[in-house]
């Protein structure tokens, strides 16, 4: 992506505007307002909730005293807003079921596209933005940020570099826990036709990895999996009754499964008190009626080249992380990550995400947070390959992609930034994968005329 296009004041900045001011959006208007502010300035948000824009103007504000906010648009204004501010990229961090109506309305009116994964949510979605692509010939690029992650950067050297061979199988557990998998099931997610379920809004990043490490395409899938620990049936069969609708000015017994918002200032700023102006709950208890998407799903994904791929996900895990084996011709690579060993309870019954805040009877019934990556060829003995060590989010992932997004992808043999066919090849098998789930059939991806080649 180029950065050389003139902005205001004789400048050379890129011009970007920030589709959808929620959480995820900080990160991006964080790196532009910090480490990126000399290749990039934001000139506009597009948002429809008046108190989520305020509080990234002050974000703005204490970055750059003086100048001016960010100009705001509604969504309907899009294409005025890129030409009125004279944007050049559109940073999508939107909910995902309305991805590809800006993502082609963006292009179509000229702007290229940063998208926060997942691509879209459907077929539909997917072919819209491939068309809006194809036609214009704006750049898209999608925000993979687990491919920086240096632990996954190294299975990926590994199987690259031929050590175990030619791929014959992989099987990839993701867990998440009851902090962080729970809240999938308080927000918007909780909707199967606004995220397209945790197939498409979680796992296509997993996916994405798959479709990277081994460099090829997924051609057929098949997946099951229901709604077995949520919602309101599971509850009621677990004794769980009588829960209240949401988790901020929740009384009584405290409930580790209850979100205040009034507990993290930023969440309390940015839905608690936007509520008045679109009526979106960001706290509905996870174990209310409404929920349409799976919470344990495994899915079984055969590739071109003739690898299987045996992939699990559970949401309600005590501990949080992955474990990836990959099977070849030559020997076998296991990579371990505990990303959280534990959510324990603290003395006043809420979550503590840090045992070592918290008093233990045993220090070793906690599992420790940590990385392995391990490489064994037949008939020799195991070797354990050293991970760079990474700071900040996502095992330093997130710095190194912004870097390659605000400034484009240097040379990088691994093949790290991800573009179009990239963003089409991850959320096809959680597309096909939700097709499965309905037909109790494999899905071809072929079928489905995306043009993954």
Same mark, same amino acid.
């Given at each position: 992506?180029?950065?050389?296009?003139?902005?205001?004041?004789?400048?050379?900045?890129?011009?970007?505007?920030v589709?959808?001011?929620?959480?995820?959006?900080q990160?991006?208007?964080?790196?532009?307002?910090?480490p990126?502010?000399?290749?990039?300035?934001?000139a506009?948000?597009?948002? /429809?909730?008046?108190?989520?824009?305020?509080?990234?103007?002050?974000?703005?504000?204490?970055?750059? /005293?003086?100048?001016?906010?960010?100009?705001?648009?509604?969504?309907?204004?899009l294409?005025?807003?890129?030409?009125?501010?004279g944007?050049?990229?559109?940073?999508?961090?939107s909910?995902?079921?309305?991805?590809?109506?800006v993502?082609a309305?963006?292009?179509?009116?000229?702007?290229?596209v940063? @998208?926060?994964?997942?691509?879209?949510?459907?077929?539909?979605?997917?072919?819209?933005?491939?068309?809006?692509?194809?036609?214009?010939?704006?750049s898209i %690029?999608?925000?993979?940020?687990?491919?920086?992650?240096?632990?996954?950067?190294?299975?990926?050297?590994?199987?690259?570099?031929?050590?175990?061979?030619?791929v014959?199988?992989?099987?990839?557990?993701?867990?998440?826990d009851?902090?962080?998998?729970?809240?999938?099931?308080?927000r918007?997610?909780?909707?199967?036709? @606004?995220?397209?379920?945790?197939?498409?809004?979680?796992?296509?990043?997993?996916?994405?990895?798959?479709?990277?490490?081994?460099?090829?395409?997924?051609?057929?899938?098949?997946?099951?999996?229901?709604?077995?620990?949520?919602?309101?049936?599971?509850?009621?069969?677990?004794? =769980?009754i009588?829960?209240?609708?949401?988790g901020?000015?929740?009384?009584?017994?405290?409930?580790?499964?209850?979100?205040? @918002?009034?507990?993290?200032?930023?969440?309390?700023?940015?839905?608690?008190?936007?509520?008045?102006h679109?009526?979106?709950?960001?706290?509905?208890?996870?174990?209310?009626?409404?929920?349409?998407?799976?919470?344990?799903?495994?899915?079984?994904?055969?590739?071109?080249?003739?690898?299987? @791929?045996?992939?699990?996900?559970?949401?309600?895990?005590?501990?949080?992380?992955?474990?990836?084996?990959?099977?070849g011709t030559?020997?076998?690579?296991?990579?371990?990550?505990?990303?959280r060993?534990?959510?324990?309870?603290?003395?006043?019954g809420?979550?503590?995400?840090?045992?070592s805040?918290?008093?233990?009877?045993?220090d070793?019934? %906690?599992? /420790?947070?940590?990385?392995?990556?391990?490489?064994?060829?037949?008939?020799?003995?195991?070797?354990? %390959?050293?991970? /760079?060590?990474?700071?900040?989010a996502?095992?330093?992932?997130?710095?190194?992609? =912004?870097?390659? %997004?605000?400034r484009?992808p240097?040379?990088?043999?691994?093949?790290?930034?991800?573009?179009?066919?990239?963003?089409?090849?991850?959320?096809?098998?959680?597309?096909?994968?939700?097709?499965?789930l309905?037909?109790?059939?494999?899905?071809?991806?072929?079928? =489905?005329?995306?043009?993954?080649a």
């Amino acid at each position: 992506m180029a950065h050389t296009t003139g902005g205001t004041g004789g400048t050379d900045l890129r011009r970007y505007a920030v589709v959808g001011t929620g959480h995820r959006a900080q990160m991006y208007i964080e790196a532009l307002l910090g480490p990126h502010a000399d290749v990039g300035e934001i000139a506009a948000w597009c948002e /429809p909730n008046p108190a989520r824009a305020a509080y990234y103007d002050e974000l703005v504000a204490a970055a750059r /005293p003086g100048a001016d906010a960010p100009a705001r648009y509604e969504p309907d204004q899009l294409e005025k807003m890129i030409d009125v501010e004279g944007v050049q990229t559109v940073v999508v961090t939107s909910p995902d079921h309305t991805h590809a109506d800006v993502v082609a309305r963006a292009m179509a009116a000229g702007a290229d596209v940063v @998208l926060e994964k997942p691509m879209t949510t459907d077929l539909a979605g997917t072919r819209r933005i491939v068309d809006a692509a194809e036609r214009t010939g704006r750049s898209i %690029v999608l925000t993979f940020n687990y491919r920086y992650s240096p632990r996954n950067s190294a299975l990926k050297e590994v199987i690259a570099s031929g050590e175990i061979g030619e791929v014959t199988s992989v099987h990839f557990e993701w867990v998440l826990d009851t902090m962080h998998g729970a809240d999938y099931f308080r927000r918007w997610h909780r909707r199967k036709d @606004l995220s397209g379920g945790l197939l498409v809004h979680k796992a296509s990043h997993h996916f994405d990895l798959v479709n990277w490490w081994l460099a090829d395409l997924p051609s057929r899938v098949y997946a099951s999996g229901a709604l077995r620990f949520y919602g309101a049936a599971n509850a009621r069969r677990r004794g =769980l009754i009588r829960r209240p609708a949401r988790g901020t000015g929740r009384t009584g017994r405290p409930d580790p499964f209850s979100l205040d @918002l009034r507990d993290d200032p930023r969440l309390e700023r940015l839905y608690l008190q936007a509520e008045e102006h679109d009526g979106y709950l960001r706290d509905r208890d996870v174990f209310t009626s409404g929920i349409t998407i799976e919470d344990n799903l495994a899915v079984v994904v055969d590739y071109a080249r003739g690898a299987t @791929l045996t992939y699990s996900l559970n949401a309600h895990s005590p501990w949080e992380g992955y474990r990836v084996s990959v099977n070849g011709t030559g020997g076998r690579a296991e990579l371990e990550v505990v990303e959280r060993g534990a959510v324990v309870l603290g003395k006043d019954g809420r979550p503590v995400l840090d045992p070592s805040l918290v008093e233990a009877d045993d220090d070793d019934a %906690v599992r /420790p947070r940590g990385q392995r990556l391990v490489v064994q060829q037949h008939w020799g003995a195991a070797r354990e %390959v050293e991970i /760079p060590e990474g700071s900040g989010a996502h095992g330093g992932g997130d710095d190194r992609m =912004l870097a390659d %997004v605000f400034r484009g992808p240097g040379h990088d043999p691994l093949g790290r930034a991800a573009g179009l066919l990239d963003g089409v090849r991850s959320v096809v098998v959680g597309i096909a994968g939700n097709t499965s789930l309905e037909t109790g059939l494999p899905v071809r991806t072929a079928d =489905l005329r995306l043009g993954l080649a």
